[in-house]
T-cell receptor, first 111, second 117 residues
Framework: QKEVEQDPGPLSVPEGAIVSLNCTYS??????FMWYRQYSRKGPELLMY????GNKEDGRFTAQVDKSSKYISLFIRDSQPSDSATYLC???????????FGPGTSLSVIP | GAVVSQHPSRVICKSGTSVKIECRSL??????MFWYRQFPKQSLMLMAT?????????EQGVEKDKFLINHASLTLSTLTVTSAHPEDSSFYIC?????????????FGEGSWLTVV
């Protein structure tokens, strides 16, 4: 079993839809959870950073962490064509430790 | 915001030669930097953790003699691909760890495309 699993997609939604992206993980020691957005041929861009369980909201983005289920989610409201990218979940055990990435989900928002 | 810069963004080299990629943290000091490689349509695979002033820690399966990492200052880490071969062609990305009042945040560079011909 991989440490971090993520549906690779591709996921295609109409503009304005709510997008739900998810990851599951196996290492219960993970405490720091991140979501990155990566456009084609570019480095990843940090979207959300969450410690332990709970929700965090930033504009159209909401990150949820359920440590009991080892499950994290990223919700995008009012999706825009500019949101079309690959979304990578990532996590680490401590704030100083290496980050383990999921394989990424490819998202296309259709105008 | 924090910026991590990589150079060069694209490089083509001949098989058997060496190529160096630089990773700089532009507005913060980074005691720890990470090097990843990413093949097309695949996720980032951690190659090594670079610690300022000490030897890098390599992930299992990564040849430390082939991928030389030097973290000589708090703002610069370099990755040198030695005796490059076409199978080394990939997207190499660095990240730097910034520690402030909010905790530890990792920022990525724009990546470097390496093509070995």
């Amino acid at each position: 079993q991989k440490e971090v699993e993520q549906d690779p997609g591709p996921l295609s939604v109409p503009e304005g839809a709510i997008v739900s992206l998810n990851c599951t993980y196996s290492n219960s020691a993970f405490q720091y959870f991140m979501w990155y957005r990566q456009y084609s041929r570019k480095g990843p861009e940090l979207l959300m950073y969450t410690y332990s369980s709970g929700n965090k909201e930033d504009g159209r983005f909401t990150a949820q962490v359920d440590k009991s289920s080892k499950y994290i989610s990223l919700f995008i409201r009012d999706s825009q064509p500019s949101d079309s990218a690959t979304y990578l979940c990532a996590m680490s055990t401590t704030s100083y430790d290496k980050v383990i990435f999921g394989p990424g989900t490819s998202l296309s928002v259709i105008p | 915001g924090a910026v991590v810069s990589q150079h060069p963004s694209r490089v083509i080299c001949k098989s058997g030669t060496s190529v160096k990629i630089e990773c700089r943290s532009l507005d913060f000091q980074a005691t720890t930097m990470f090097w990843y490689r990413q093949f097309p349509k695949q996720s980032l695979m951690l190659m090594a953790t670079s610690n300022e002033g000490s030897k890098a820690t390599y992930e299992q399966g990564v040849e430390k003699d082939k991928f030389l990492i030097n973290h000589a200052s708090l703002t610069l880490s370099t990755l040198t691909v030695t005796s490059a071969h076409p199978e080394d062609s990939s997207f190499y990305i660095c990240s730097a760890s910034r520690i402030d009042g909010s905790g530890n945040t990792i920022y990525f560079g724009e990546g470097s495309w390496l093509t070995v011909v």
